[in-house]
């Protein structure tokens, strides 16, 4: 078995495709594609910032919720403290 060395000219010979020439209508409809693919994404982004935001104002929520219920059970251990005395 031999092996004959390869250059990177040799490759990019061998790995080179023609050029496509596309046709007006064809590059309207990529471009149509694109744009539409763009749009997706820019709604997708904007999902995800919705989320995000919803996200952190259900945060904040949490965090006034166990505020709250630590509050409750400080004034009740100080209640429980004061009938033990």
């Known amino acids: ?25 064809e590059i309207e409809e990529i471009s149509e594609m694109l744009l539409y693919e763009e749009l997706s994404r820019a709604r997708i982004r904007d999902l995800e910032e919705g989320v995000r935001a919803q996200r952190a104002r259900g945060s904040a ?20 403290e004061l009938d033990q005395n």
Do not use: F, G, I
Request: with cysteine; hydrophobic share 35%.
């Open 1 to 25: 078995m031999s092996v004959e060395p390869v250059t990177t000219k040799d490759h990019e010979a061998r790995m080179c495709r023609p050029h496509l020439q596309l046709t007006k209508t």
């Open 61 to 80: 929520r949490a965090v006034r919720r166990w505020t709250r219920v630590a509050r409750w059970a400080a004034r009740r251990a100080e209640r429980y």
